[in-house]
Structures are given as C-alpha cells and as structure tokens.
C-alpha cells in the first residue's frame, strides 16, 4: 500500500538553484495538492490540481510551478531558490473536493 | 478574514486523562471541517471529517463535534499513544480557501 509518495525526503539546495519535487500517487485520486509547513503557521496550499493537465494556485503560489501531465504525477517546480522557501512540502491526494486527504511523508528543504 | 485558530498550542495530559482540544474558524461559506493527526516526521494521517453544525464523530477514545463557530476533539482516558500534533482544517465553498490551524501538540505521559 504505497499511498502517495514523494520524492525525495532531503535536500539542500543553494539560493538560485532550481529543483523539481515529485508527488505519485496509486488511488486513482483526481485531485491533487502541494503544501508547504512552516513551524507556527500551519500547513499552506501552494498549487492544486483537480485533474489530469490542470493546475490552479492555492494560498501561497509565487516562486512554485506546477505540472499534472499524468493523473498519477504532480510535480512542483523551484525555478529560483529562496531561502524563504526552506520548509517541509507535502503532497496530498483526494478521491473529490470534499472527502479527506491522502498525504506523503514530506520533503525536507533547506536553501542556503 | 477568513481563518482558523487551534487552542492550546499545546497540552500535557496524564494517561486516562480525558480532555478537549479547540478549532475555531471563520470561514465565508464552511464546505467542510477537517481532522488529522500528525506524528513527527510524517505527513498528516485523516481522522474525521465534519459538515455541517451538530453533526458528531467518534473513533476509538476521540470523537469531534461540529458547531457554527468552532470544532472540539474530545479526548477519552488518552494513552501515550495518543501523543501526535492534531490539526484542524476548513474548506470554504471557494476551494482555493483551505485553511490549517497551526495544530495542537498532545503529550500524554503514562
């Protein structure tokens, strides 16, 4: 029962570097959600998307990119890294709107 | 402005210590009331989901009610594997507008 998993768990990036987070999930889900957690402030949608080929921007979406070209992937895009953007991102997936969410085991990121 | 705020920001409780953790929420239009738990290190785990004012929940020793204003999870004689971040979260009619509190970490001690 692998679930929704991302990859990868670590990484340490340089101010300016680009990295792609990768989401996959095995349920079938339609929808599916990058989030970023920060201590104190809670869990924070960044991109969303509600099918295959879509996307749509949450609460927090500049500096991300997002892609959906499989139902299965989402991945989200750091063209310019910040240290603003140091977090833990996760990904979730969800049968439909309203119905609970699936959620990975997190990316840790660190932007020196 | 829309938002949600958990209360407290943390809770030490002896085992068997039965307690309550808050969810308040202003939200234009509640599509949902949502509970998970989180341990350190991974990502949140579903608990309940709650839609509309009245409505109740129970799994094991929790269980979650629902009013207009706010949500409770109603800890029962809790174990020390009850210890996790609990998170409430709001879904408003406009869907971009999913808000978490910033979560409740129970300790309970044996």
């Known amino acids: 029962n692998a679930g929704v998993t991302q990859t990868p768990k670590f990484r340490v990036l340089k101010t300016g570097q680009s990295m792609t987070l990768l989401c996959a999930q095995d349920?079938?889900?339609?929808?599916m959600y990058w989030y970023r957690q920060d201590p104190g402030m809670g869990l924070r949608l960044i991109h969303y998307?509600?099918?295959?080929?879509?996307?749509a921007k949450g609460e927090v979406p500049d500096g991300y990119n997002v892609s959906r070209l499989k139902k299965q992937n989402f991945l989200l895009g750091l063209e310019s890294a910040a240290p603003s953007q140091t977090s833990v991102y996760f990904c979730?997936?969800?049968?439909?709107?309203?119905?609970?969410?699936?959620f990975g085991q997190g990316t840790r990121l660190t932007v020196v | 402005e829309d938002q949600v705020t958990q209360s407290p920001e943390a809770l030490r409780l002896q085992e068997g210590e039965s307690s309550s953790l808050n969810c308040s929420y202003t939200?234009?239009?509640?599509?949902?009331l949502f509970w998970y738990r989180q341990d350190p290190g991974k990502g949140p785990e579903f608990l309940f989901t709650?839609?509309?004012a009245g409505e109740e929940k129970e799994k094991e020793r929790l269980k979650a009610t629902l009013t207009k204003k706010e949500s409770f999870l109603h800890i029962t004689a809790p174990k020390p594997e009850d210890s996790a971040t609990y998170l409430c979260?709001?879904?408003?009619?406009?869907?971009?507008?999913?808000?978490f509190g910033s979560g409740t970490k129970l300790n309970v001690k044996p």
């Open positions: 709650l839609y509309s």
């Open positions: 979730a997936s969800s049968r439909s709107l309203n119905t609970e969410a699936f």
């Open positions: 349920m079938n889900h339609e929808y």
């Open positions: 939200v234009s239009g509640l599509r949902g």
């Open positions: 979260a709001v879904q408003a009619y406009n869907f971009n507008k999913f808000y």
């Open positions: 998307s509600v099918g295959e080929g879509t996307t």
